[in-house]
C-alpha cells in the first residue's frame, strides 16, 4: 500500500477547537478557488438522482466544512431544489449544531448524537459522503466503512482534493519548501474567510499558529491519502452481487480532474431510499 500514516494536528483531541475551525475555514477558501465545491455538487447530484435520494448525510463534518456551500450549489440544479443536508460527527460540534440549526432555509441541520462511520448500521439515511476525510482512516478503519456501507446498502461517495501520485522520497526532499508556500499563502487566504474573527486574524497574524498548523497538516495529509491501487485493496473480499464500486478522477467544466473519488452505490432493485 503507497499510504503512509503520519499525524495531523486536527486528529488530536486536546487540539483546541478554535485554531481546528479557523484551519477548516482555509479549507473552505481553497475549495472556493479551486472550483472544488462545483466539482462535488456534479459528483452529489449525480447520485442523488441516479438513487432517488433526496438527503446528504455527511461523515466527519466537524465545524461543517464544504457541504453547506456545496449544498447551495446542488439547489440551483433541476429537480434537487429540496435536497436536505444533515452534518454528523464522531463528536459533534456544538458551534457547529447551533450555527447551522434552522439554517438555509430549514435544509441544513447538525446531528447532535454522534455517528461512527465505522459503524453505519445505525447512520442516518441517505446519501453518505465523506469529504477530505477518508484519509484520516487507518486501514482497518477505511475498510470498516466501505463493508459497512455495503452491508447496509446504502450509497457513499468519498472525495479527496488530491491525489497521491508524488513518490514519497520527493516528498520528503521538497517539505521544508512546500511548508514556506503554504504558510504564505494562509496570510493572503485570510482576508477571504467568511466570516473573518479576530480569533481567526490574531493566531494568523499576530501568532501564526494556524499557518504553521494547516501547512502541516495540509502536506502530511498528501502522503495519507488512499490512491487508487491502494483503494483496490481496501475493496477486495467485498460482495459485488448487491453493490457497486466505482472510483475515478471528478471533473472540472474545463475537462481538467480534481482530486479523486470513490463512489459505492447498491444496485436499484436493492435500494430501499431515504
Known sequence: MKRIQLFEFEDFSWFPSGLRNGMTNLIAVLHRMMGISEVLADCIGEVLQEQQVSRIVDLGSGSGGPMPEVLKIIHEKKELENVELLLTDLYPNPHAIKKFD?????????????????????????????????????????????ASATERGQSILIYEMVENKMPLFLWWLLLPLSLTILIIMVFFMTPFVKPLTWRQIFF???????????????????????????????????????????????????????????????????????
Open 102 to 146: 434552522r439554517s438555509e432555509g430549514d435544509k441544513i441541520s447538525y446531528s447532535e448524537s454522534p455517528v461512527d462511520a465505522k459503524d453505519l448500521k445505525n447512520a442516518p439515511d441517505g446519501l453518505l459522503t465523506m469529504i477530505n476525510s477518508f484519509h484520516h482512516m487507518r486501514p482497518k478503519e477505511a475498510r470498516e466503512i466501505l
Open 204 to 274: 494568523t497574524y499576530l501568532l501564526p499558529v494556524i499557518p504553521i498548523c494547516y501547512a502541516w497538516d495540509g502536506q502530511a495529509s498528501m502522503p495519507r491519502i488512499y490512491a487508487l491501487k491502494d483503494i483496490d485493496l481496501l475493496l477486495e473480499g467485498l460482495p459485488t452481487d448487491k453493490y457497486v464500486w466505482e472510483q475515478g478522477y471528478p471533473l472540472k467544466k474545463n475537462g481538467k480532474k480534481l482530486g479523486t473519488y470513490l463512489k459505492g452505490t447498491p444496485l436499484k432493485q436493492n435500494f430501499s431510499g431515504s
